[in-house]
């Protein structure tokens, strides 16, 4: 059976303007001043996605639902925001060096577009088991690809190596305070056109999305007095971000088990303070549901979204955030699947 982490009267997520944990000091008020700098760098290359409403989702859910679509962003995911905020915050020498990362797929293709509109050499090391058409997709944007074993040891070993030897810079896919800056642009979008928003559920993997809307909505809520709550949705079968929330320690992840290929990551060093202190709950759905609510997607708003993606409308659809007559925003992260390998197929 999945489960709901709620944090009670819902008054978890808003601490005072500054918080400090061992191994990652982090100041909320400082952290939402860079994702307002990272808007404004990145904004001539990347989408402002549409915000979709559907009134056959609204009545099935019993509250007013608002998709913020980064499938339809460039590269087909949120990952394109952090990816040219870290790439354009490099300077002249360290851009020249190129940019190093390890990467399932959403972020590789991310970096290899920022660094193309860079001009500067994007090194990608990706499971073999990555997603064929995520390999074909960074490729094409000028990635210049190593495949590697699919464990975590393997990635790194790999990213170490052609970090030693091109001298580029490391750009993780989401424990980097650039990359969450970035990440948290889409929830500023969604709360500028939408400022009354009560809720907003994103998709939580290694945290990025999660951490700067969370940041974000915190302080949208200190400025207007008006709280806006953070729900992260995961799968069932790669729960770390649960396990961590519910302990206040940060879990590892055990042999994740999900079609949702982009959340298989463990919460980062930086990532996981920011949501303790500032996401209200965790929700976990299973495999079963994830997938029903992408093919409710599918049919219903006319989209493109792949199973991560999903996950917060799965999340919402079962009941396991609190969203009965709220309005709320619901982070689509992305839109890149194969469509030869469809999973109703």
Same mark, same amino acid.
């Given at each position: 059976?999945?489960?709901?982490?709620? !944090?009670?009267?819902?008054?978890?997520? =808003?601490?005072? !303007?500054?918080?400090?944990?061992?191994?990652?000091?982090? /100041?909320?008020?400082?952290?939402?001043? =860079?994702?307002? #700098? #990272?808007?404004?760098? @990145?904004?001539?290359?990347?989408?402002?996605?549409?915000?979709?409403?559907?009134?056959?989702?609204?009545? $099935?859910?019993?509250? #007013?639902?608002?998709?913020?679509?980064?499938? &339809?962003?460039?590269?087909?995911?949120?990952? +394109?925001?952090?990816?040219?905020?870290?790439?354009?915050?490099?300077?002249?020498?360290?851009?020249?060096?190129? *940019?190093?990362?390890?990467?399932?797929?959403?972020?590789?293709?991310?970096?290899?577009? +920022?660094?193309?509109?860079?001009?500067?050499?994007?090194?990608?090391?990706?499971?073999?088991?990555?997603?064929?058409?995520?390999?074909?997709?960074?490729?094409?944007?000028?990635? =210049?690809?190593?495949?590697?074993?699919?464990?975590?040891?393997?990635?790194? +070993?790999?990213?170490?190596?052609?970090?030693?030897?091109?001298?580029?810079?490391?750009?993780?896919?989401?424990?980097?305070?650039?990359?969450?800056?970035?990440?948290?642009?889409?929830?500023?979008?969604?709360?500028?056109? &939408?400022? /009354?928003?009560? *809720?907003?559920?994103?998709?939580?993997?290694?945290?990025?999305?999660? !951490?700067?809307?969370?940041?974000?909505?915190?302080?949208?809520?200190?400025?207007?007095?008006?709280?806006?709550?953070?729900?992260?949705?995961?799968? =069932?079968?790669?729960?770390?971000?649960?396990?961590?929330?519910?302990?206040?320690?940060?879990?590892?992840?055990?042999? %994740?088990?999900?079609?949702?290929?982009? $959340?298989?990551?463990?919460?980062?060093?930086?990532?996981?303070?920011?949501?303790?202190?500032?996401?209200?709950?965790?929700?976990?759905?299973?495999?079963?549901? @994830?997938?029903?609510?992408?093919?409710?997607?599918?049919?219903?708003?006319?989209?493109?979204?792949?199973?991560?993606?999903? *996950?917060?409308?799965? +999340?919402?659809?079962?009941?396991?955030? %609190?969203?009965?007559?709220?309005?709320?925003?619901?982070?689509?992260?992305?839109?890149?699947?194969?469509?030869?390998?469809? %999973?109703?197929?």
């Amino acid at each position: 059976m999945s489960e709901t982490l709620v !944090s009670g009267d819902e008054n978890q997520g =808003q601490p005072s !303007s500054c918080r400090s944990t061992a191994g990652a000091d982090w /100041d909320a008020a400082a952290m939402y001043r =860079q994702v307002l #700098a #990272a808007a404004s760098r @990145i904004q001539p290359y990347i989408y402002r996605t549409p915000v979709l409403t559907s009134r056959v989702l609204n009545e $099935l859910t019993g509250a #007013a639902l608002f998709f913020k679509c980064e499938n &339809l962003q460039k590269t087909g995911s949120f990952k +394109a925001r952090g990816a040219h905020n870290a790439v354009f915050l490099l300077d002249d020498d360290a851009a020249r060096r190129g *940019v190093v990362t390890h990467s399932s797929g959403n972020h590789a293709a991310a970096l290899a577009l +920022a660094a193309a509109n860079r001009g500067i050499t994007a090194q990608i090391v990706m499971p073999r088991n990555a997603p064929q058409t995520k390999i074909d997709s960074t490729r094409r944007l000028g990635g =210049q690809v190593t495949l590697c074993e699919p464990t975590s040891a393997a990635r790194e +070993a790999a990213a170490n190596t052609l970090l030693q030897t091109t001298g580029g810079t490391l750009v993780h896919p989401f424990d980097n305070w650039d990359i969450i800056a970035g990440q948290g642009t889409a929830a500023l979008e969604l709360l500028d056109e &939408l400022p /009354d928003v009560d *809720v907003i559920v994103s998709p939580v993997g290694g945290g990025g999305l999660l !951490s700067g809307t969370s940041l974000v909505a915190h302080a949208h809520s200190q400025a207007t007095g008006r709280a806006c709550h953070v729900y992260g949705a995961e799968p =069932q079968g790669a729960d770390d971000a649960y396990r961590s929330f519910t302990t206040s320690i940060r879990q590892p992840m055990h042999e %994740p088990r999900t079609i949702a290929d982009g $959340l298989r990551t463990a919460l980062g060093e930086r990532t996981f303070p920011v949501i303790r202190e500032l996401a209200t709950g965790i929700g976990t759905v299973s495999d079963d549901e @994830i997938l029903r609510a992408t093919r409710l997607l599918w049919e219903v708003l006319k989209i493109v979204v792949e199973p991560s993606g999903a *996950v917060p409308f799965a +999340a919402v659809l079962e009941g396991r955030v %609190p969203i009965t007559g709220r309005r709320v925003g619901i982070i689509i992260s992305g839109g890149n699947i194969d469509l030869d390998k469809l %999973p109703w197929s």
